[in-house]
């Protein structure tokens, strides 16, 4: 039995086998690697690609995160907040394309309280009843997730960014602990919500142990959705010098994931394409089955900087799902009109 069945078998590995797996230099563990994840997304999801809208609503952030160009210390970004009619702009445009999922992303802005935020979720789901509202607004409180919930949220998407302590405080201000993050995780799951969680692929400081506990962690939290990408350096942060994350890693880590939670939702990320023109295609064949174009105006996409750009994937909606279904039509993926929403693995425990 190679690492491959043992990852496909038990769901899970040693550290070091972990770490053997994402190093291996031997094509043909490396072409099972790839090909396993692929069948298994195609068993469950065929080759339908589910569609997530991204509104990045505000790029207004209080919070300091040494790699993210929204960071509060970067002054050299115009900040926004979209008026509630332009996101709702973006959601009807996003819906007569198809889209039955909206995600609603922004840094954290305290101006949304509960009660702005539940009315934008509100206005949302009495409009588009039959689509699915993601939020991705960072930490909040237990009651602030649960009001929100209540307004009619579905999903929660909040990286946990490194399941290692140490690496966590490397890559954010030392008031900041990975140990809150988790428990917003989990407050998030017992509320109700299809939780996303993730971390980014090659993050400065990050030893390949520390990738084999962001799977440990996952494993333990078992999330709806799982997002990861490369790290892509920004020139307004502390990490601008600092060397960008592979193609190659992040793909063995999607295709990790992808044979250790056969039903996630796992998306095809926007940094992926950033670092390569194919990057989201390589994606989905790596066991993805999800994208998540921008339906933020175009105006506003190019304040919203968490990264400096490299291969475009900036442009107009439907330049981009063009591009999109271009590059997946060869390989006979479609994108689909579904909510898309998680259906759990059935289990006797
Ligand atoms: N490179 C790649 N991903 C980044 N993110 C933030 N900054 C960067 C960067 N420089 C990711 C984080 C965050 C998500 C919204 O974007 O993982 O959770």
């Known amino acids: 039995m190679d690492l491959i069945d043992k990852l496909q078998t038990e769901g899970m590995l040693t550290e070091d086998e972990f770490c053997r797996l ?19 997304a195609i068993e469950n999801f065929g080759k339908r690609i589910f569609i997530r809208g991204l509104i990045e609503f505000t790029n207004y952030c209080w919070r300091d995160c040494f790699y993210c160009g929204l960071r509060c210390a970067n002054k050299k970004i115009d900040r926004y907040r979209m008026p509630n009619e332009v996101i709702l702009d973006c ?11 909206f995600v609603l992303q922004g840094g954290e802005d305290h101006y949304y309280t509960d009660e702005v935020m539940g009315n934008i979720i509100r206005a949302i789901k009495h409009l588009y009843p039959d689509c699915a ?35 966590y405080s490397r890559l954010h201000p030392p008031s900041y602990s990975l140990a809150v993050r988790q428990d917003c995780l989990y407050d998030l799951k017992s509320i109700g919500y299809q939780v996303g969680s993730g971390f980014m692929v090659g993050s400065p ?17 078992a999330p709806a959705m799982i997002g990861i990408g490369p790290f892509i350096p920004n020139k307004n942060t502390p990490f601008r010098h600092q060397k960008a994350g592979s193609l190659e890693l992040t793909l063995r880590c999607i295709a990790i994931l992808r044979i250790m939670f056969p039903k996630a939702n796992i998306p095809s990320t926007t940094a992926l ?17 999800v994208l998540m174009p921008n339906l933020s105006p175009v ?32 390989h006979g993926y479609t994108m689909v009109v579904d909510r898309g929403d998680y259906v759990p693995e059935k289990t006797n425990q």
């Open 273 to 289: 394409g950033t670092l390569h023109p194919e990057g989201r295609l390589h994606g989905i064949l790596s066991g993805a089955n």
């Open 22 to 40: 994402l190093w291996t230099e031997d094509g043909e563990i490396r072409a099972k690697l790839f090909m396993t994840a692929q069948q298994i």
């Open 299 to 330: 105006e506003v996409q190019e304040h919203y900087t968490l990264y400096d750009k490299i291969a475009g994937v900036d442009g107009s909606l439907s330049h981009n799902l063009e591009l999109l279904s271009n590059q997946l039509a060869p």
């Open 205 to 221: 400081y990050q030893l390949t142990e520390y990738l084999a506990k962001d799977f440990e962690f996952l494993r333990k939290l």
């Open 133 to 167: 509202i993601t939020l991705s607004l960072g930490e909040r409180s237990y009651r602030s997730y649960k009001e929100l919930f209540a307004a009619g949220a579905d999903r929660y998407l909040l990286r946990h960014e490194t399941a290692d302590s140490l690496h």
């Open 91 to 101: 959601c009807r445009i996003g819906y007569e394309m198809g889209f039955r999922t």
